[in-house]
């Protein structure tokens, strides 16, 4: 996400790597060229502007610091500012009744029903509440379908009633079904349209005012930049609703939407979608996200994800494994297989300090399967012993893998050298080596 937009910060601030100190006029062109950036990523020419003159203020006004450069002081800058511009601190969902009821409003196609059910799902694993969805979408059937689906999938109770085409009707039924049932949340997946429309809106603001929601969240598709920031208006106009839902931000190179919703609407973004899998959400935390913007890591995140993930038990195996030398390829297919469930390969790098700007033909995703298909056609005997594998046992492999045999000694190459840097996994330069090398594995099809 944001790769184009953290791309051209990255050649602004290089203007200022040779420059003793920050001065009107050498400051001016970098300024320039981050007002550039941001208006290239859809943000709002008026933002855009307001930002880079607090940036020019704020670095100017600091310029007695001497010890550090002049590039790293506007980064700095720049980082607080982009931090701010999109909130400051995360804004919590207010969890204040029980029932908690969150009605969710959106167009249709922003994937509002989507992240209904990762909502409901992060409520249910990670807050350990009692979650149930409620369609109330009473004009698309396949919503109702779809909801249900994802219910089923996620063990997450889903009510619904094909037969009444009052949402109103339906909504208050299952609130008295969840009092009965003790259910703590309820989620309300409302109706969407292709566009803002007067029944739409009347239809929302009824829901509203029957239901007296202790939250209202707008799902929107950040990938349609300032038309995202124009409905996210146009509904919180209407409705006064209390965040934001950023959905497909994996998808968005620019980021238009996320740094400028806040500071047009004046409603927090709450929470971010960021894949298909149904964990593939986020709180929003706009220093975080300024941090990934600058290349910056999100290591905070990084761990999070991990300790979700990863088995304390099986991560106490390893390491004395490999601290006495003994790391094998069994080992290094396990944790193949736990970084796969952590997300992307290209969004887990992104969250390393120095590596947020990795191109997508540098982390190949395909290459997971390969490598998998190479480990599972050695015998027991092979993963736990490497070196006996000689031309003959390279060759049946290949075979049985569907690969070739360069892309065996390719990968032996690879994994004697991440055996090595295993070692130093404590060494967070290491693991960006390492998160590198496993991304750079140049299998292909």
């Known amino acids: 996400m944001f790769d ?24 001016a062109e970098t300024l320039k060229e981050i007002r550039r950036a941001l208006i290239d990523a859809d943000v709002n020419y008026r933002i855009a502007k307001e930002f880079t003159d607090s ?72 807050k350990g509440k009692k979650p149930l969805l409620v369609a109330c979408d009473v004009y698309r ?12 999938t996620l063990q997450v109770e889903v009510f619904a009633d094909e037969n009444e085409k009052n949402p109103v009707t339906i909504a208050k039924s299952a609130i008295q079904h969840a009092k009965a049932n003790e259910n703590t949340v309820v ?68 980021g238009g939407a996320a740094l400028t919703i806040r500071a047009l609407v004046h409603k927090p973004i709450k929470f971010v979608g960021t894949g298909e899998k149904p964990d593939a959400m986020d709180v929003f935390y706009p220093t975080r996200m300024a941090d990934r913007i600058l290349g910056m890591g999100d290591i905070v995140s990084l761990v999070e994800k991990a300790q979700e993930h990863f088995d304390v038990e099986e991560a106490r195996r390893l390491q004395k494994k490999i601290a006495k ?8 297919l396990q944790q193949l297989q736990q970084i796969k469930k952590m997300g992307s390969l290209k969004d887990i790098a992104s969250m390393l300090p120095g590596m947020g700007a990795v191109k997508d033909n540098d982390i190949d995703e395909k290459s997971f399967r390969h490598i998998e298909a190479i480990i599972q056609s050695m015998t027991l005997q092979e993963r736990m012993n490497p070196q006996l594998l000689n031309g003959s046992r390279r060759k049946r492999i290949a075979d049985g893998s569907g690969t070739n045999i360069q892309e065996v000694n390719r990968l ?5 050298e991440m055996n090595k840097m295993m070692k130093l996994m404590n060494n967070k330069h290491a693991l960006a ?13």
């Open 4 to 27: 184009s937009l953290s791309e051209k910060l990255e050649r602004a601030f290089k203007m200022l790597k040779r420059q003793g100190t920050i001065t009107e006029v050498n400051v």
């Open 55 to 126: 940036v020019k203020e704020k670095a100017l006004g600091m310029n007695v610091l001497t010890s550090v450069s002049p590039g790293q002081l506007l980064v700095k800058v720049t980082h607080d500012e982009l931090a701010k511009l999109m909130g400051g601190e995360e804004t919590a969902i207010q969890l204040t009744a029980n029932p908690t009821i969150i009605l969710m409003a959106g167009l249709q196609g922003s994937g509002k029903t989507t992240f209904s059910a990762k909502l409901a799902n992060y409520f249910k694993n990670k």
């Open 141 to 152: 059937p396949a919503a109702i379908e779809q909801l249900k689906t994802l219910g089923n």
């Open 187 to 254: 989620i309300i997946d409302t109706a969407g349209r292709l566009a803002v429309n007067e029944q739409m809106m009347d239809e929302i603001a009824a829901l509203k005012k029957a239901l007296n929601p202790q939250e209202i969240l707008f799902v929107v598709d950040s990938m349609t930049g300032q038309d995202a920031v124009n409905t996210a208006k146009a509904f919180n106009d209407k409705l006064d609703f209390d965040g934001v839902v950023l959905t497909k931000l994996d998808g968005d190179t620019r």
């Open 325 to 332: 030398s003994q790391f094998d390829l069994n080992d290094f």
């Open 412 to 416: 032996m190459k690879q994994f004697d």
């Open 433 to 445: 080596g390492l998160m590198g090398k496993m991304g750079k594995m140049p299998f292909g099809r």
